[in-house]
């Protein structure tokens, strides 16, 4: 195997941004919270994989040991989890969070605890399976950690921020995270921001259940998150608007909700394996999103990489000749930022009485989430253009680079959440004629009418899976439309062959 063709896929990065909007404290406070993240980042090694070093150690070429530390493990997270060393079979779907090879059924019949985000399931002397918190099985590093954001805690000069490091402290010893989600969002004028703990439930993907170490650590762009503000007061309005009937939409988004842009000076953990985030929608807690709404942290400067290194060579291969006009940076800002705030629209909690629409679709939940936040994203951008609240641009400019978009993200794999929501949506676009592909040129053109009306019915159909807590149907939805034709594996393939990097690995920490 070309294992230097493998690092390629990734181009490197380095997150800069400006310190000098810092204060003393807070330049102290930074190398704090990067020790912390280098706790996250080791474990999330062991959740995903097991011992990082022992793995390393066993690797002799430097680039496949390269390709290891970039995908957490020997399996490729970009090519559906196929393992990519001698040796390694296929990945268990419940990585380290369950014993190995244990049926779902069990785990189904045994203790709710089980299934609880914060726990590990081990077996007990008698064989019998048990959850054992993150807390306990992770004491020694957590309490490093815990440490350490007390330290910074004791250096922050705004009131929110310190509150918030030091209930998050305490949740890291307790694995109550919801006092500290809670101060997380009261918090309104730091500059610093720290993402840490145990978050999404991507790399359990047996059942969706366990919640993954990982951290980032933040400053804010405090004249972009100007701009952004005015568009968190309009949720109530964007959610009455959504095209399903009306018990669908009965929750309203809380109130609190904000919009802000930050540069990333380090990511750990989940959030740096494989594929990268660019922009974060917390907290996952439906009790904290109900009574205070969600924060969406748009990442800039990674946002912003991706667009340059990745996007817009995408766009001269795939996108009609014409239509690359409308690749645009802000669009793709304003796509990414609006796929955030759709996670706050729609329904945490089934009408059927299924409980929340996470339990409800269990491994399948993630998956439709992404894709509901990204087609209600698009929705809600077209609406705001009618209500000419985006009147600086046009919106051809937001449907060409979210086609651009979507082979982006397809390149992630099906192994990915994101990247099965983007082949969903690829397919059913496909179906309803929203863009069509010249076969002369192999590329592809947004048809605007029928893009809109493609976008609607997508809504309409992720909506009602969500709120029926229907796992039959969106089981079948991911079996139809979650699938690589050999038609766009072909053009996809043409991407690779013209050297364009899926994705970016960071150069980070302080200099």
């Given at each position: 195997m070309d294992y230097q063709a493998k690092v390629d896929q990734y181009v490197p990065v380095r997150l800069e941004t400006d310190l000098s909007v810092l204060s003393e404290n807070e330049r102290k406070m930074l190398p704090l919270l990067i020790e912390v993240s280098e706790i996250m980042d080791g474990l999330f090694w062991r959740q995903a994989f097991g011992d990082k070093q022992e793995l390393l150690d066993s690797i002799d070429d430097p680039a496949a040991r390269r390709f290891a530390e970039i995908n957490y493990g020997p399996w490729d997270r970009l090519d559906d989890n196929k393992p990519f060393l001698p040796g390694y079979g296929e990945k268990p779907p419940g990585a380290q969070f369950y014993p190995e090879s244990t049926p779902k059924p069990e785990v189904e019949r045994g203790n709710p605890a089980l299934l609880d985000l914060y726990t590990v399931v081990q077996r007990d002397a008698h064989g019998q399976l048990m959850a054992v918190p993150y807390s306990e099985v992770f004491q020694a590093e957590l309490e490093q950690a815990a440490a350490k954001i007390r330290e910074a805690a004791a250096l922050a000069e705004d009131a929110g921020l310190k509150r918030y490091l030091e209930l998050r402290a305490d949740a890291l010893l307790s694995d109550d995270y919801q006092p500290s989600d809670m101060a997380w969002m009261d918090m309104k004028t730091n500059t610093i921001d720290f993402?840490?703990?145990?978050?999404?439930?991507?790399?359990?993907?047996?059942?969706?259940?366990?919640?993954?170490?990982e951290a980032y650590v933040l400053v804010k762009d405090k004249e972009w998150s100007g701009r952004l503000q005015r568009y968190a007061a309009m949720l109530p309005d964007l959610q009455r608007g959504l095209p399903v009937p009306d018990a669908y939409k009965q929750e309203s988004p809380g109130s609190d909700s904000d919009l802000n842009a930050y540069d990333v000076i380090y990511y750990a953990g989940d959030c740096n394996a494989g594929a990268k985030t660019i922009a974060i929608n917390l907290p996952n807690d439906e009790e904290v999103q109900l009574a205070k709404g969600a924060r969406r942290l748009q990442l800039k400067n990674a946002m912003r990489a991706k667009f340059e290194k990745i996007l817009l060579p995408i766009a001269d291969v795939l996108i009609a000749e014409d239509q690359r006009e409308h690749i645009d940076f802000d669009a793709f800002f304003e796509n990414t930022m609006f796929h955030e705030v759709a996670h706050g629209l729609g329904i945490k909690n089934t009408i059927t009485g299924k409980g929340s629409v996470r339990?409800?679709?269990?491994?399948?939940?993630?998956?439709?989430?992404?894709?509901?936040?990204?087609?209600?994203?698009?929705?809600?951008?077209?609406?705001?253009?009618?209500?000419?609240?985006?009147?600086?641009?046009?919106?051809?400019?937001?449907?060409?680079?979210?086609?651009?978009?979507?082979?982006?993200?397809?390149?992630?794999?099906?192994?990915?959440?994101?990247?099965?929501?983007?082949?969903?949506?690829?397919?059913?676009?496909?179906?309803?004629?929203?863009?069509?592909?010249?076969?002369?040129?192999?590329?592809?053109?947004?048809?605007?009418?029928?893009?809109?009306?493609?976008?609607?019915?997508?809504?309409?159909?992720?909506?009602?899976?969500?709120?029926?807590?229907?796992?039959?149907?969106?089981?079948?939805?991911?079996?139809?439309?979650?699938?690589?034709?050999?038609?766009?594996?072909?053009?996809?393939?043409?991407?690779a062959e013209a050297g364009i990097p899926v994705d970016v690995v960071f150069e980070q920490g302080l200099e």
């Amino acid at each position: 195997m070309d294992y230097q063709a493998k690092v390629d896929q990734y181009v490197p990065v380095r997150l800069e941004t400006d310190l000098s909007v810092l204060s003393e404290n807070e330049r102290k406070m930074l190398p704090l919270l990067i020790e912390v993240s280098e706790i996250m980042d080791g474990l999330f090694w062991r959740q995903a994989f097991g011992d990082k070093q022992e793995l390393l150690d066993s690797i002799d070429d430097p680039a496949a040991r390269r390709f290891a530390e970039i995908n957490y493990g020997p399996w490729d997270r970009l090519d559906d989890n196929k393992p990519f060393l001698p040796g390694y079979g296929e990945k268990p779907p419940g990585a380290q969070f369950y014993p190995e090879s244990t049926p779902k059924p069990e785990v189904e019949r045994g203790n709710p605890a089980l299934l609880d985000l914060y726990t590990v399931v081990q077996r007990d002397a008698h064989g019998q399976l048990m959850a054992v918190p993150y807390s306990e099985v992770f004491q020694a590093e957590l309490e490093q950690a815990a440490a350490k954001i007390r330290e910074a805690a004791a250096l922050a000069e705004d009131a929110g921020l310190k509150r918030y490091l030091e209930l998050r402290a305490d949740a890291l010893l307790s694995d109550d995270y919801q006092p500290s989600d809670m101060a997380w969002m009261d918090m309104k004028t730091n500059t610093i921001d720290f993402v840490v703990g145990p978050i999404e439930t991507y790399e359990d993907a047996l059942f969706g259940a366990k919640a993954s170490f990982e951290a980032y650590v933040l400053v804010k762009d405090k004249e972009w998150s100007g701009r952004l503000q005015r568009y968190a007061a309009m949720l109530p309005d964007l959610q009455r608007g959504l095209p399903v009937p009306d018990a669908y939409k009965q929750e309203s988004p809380g109130s609190d909700s904000d919009l802000n842009a930050y540069d990333v000076i380090y990511y750990a953990g989940d959030c740096n394996a494989g594929a990268k985030t660019i922009a974060i929608n917390l907290p996952n807690d439906e009790e904290v999103q109900l009574a205070k709404g969600a924060r969406r942290l748009q990442l800039k400067n990674a946002m912003r990489a991706k667009f340059e290194k990745i996007l817009l060579p995408i766009a001269d291969v795939l996108i009609a000749e014409d239509q690359r006009e409308h690749i645009d940076f802000d669009a793709f800002f304003e796509n990414t930022m609006f796929h955030e705030v759709a996670h706050g629209l729609g329904i945490k909690n089934t009408i059927t009485g299924k409980g929340s629409v996470r339990e409800a679709l269990a491994e399948h939940a993630s998956a439709l989430e992404e894709g509901k936040a990204d087609i209600l994203g698009l929705y809600m951008v077209a609406k705001l253009h009618e209500a000419g609240e985006l009147e600086d641009a046009e919106l051809i400019d937001n449907y060409v680079t979210f086609l651009a978009g979507i082979f982006r993200s397809i390149r992630f794999g099906a192994a990915s959440a994101h990247g099965t929501a983007n082949l969903l949506r690829f397919n059913f676009f496909a179906e309803r004629g929203a863009f069509s592909r010249d076969e002369t040129t192999g590329t592809y053109r947004v048809n605007p009418e029928k893009m809109a009306e493609a976008v609607e019915a997508l809504s309409e159909k992720i909506l009602r899976l969500q709120g029926d807590g229907d796992s039959q149907g969106a089981t079948l939805f991911i079996a139809q439309m979650g699938r690589i034709e050999s038609e766009l594996q072909g053009d996809l393939d043409r991407l690779a062959e013209a050297g364009i990097p899926v994705d970016v690995v960071f150069e980070q920490g302080l200099e």
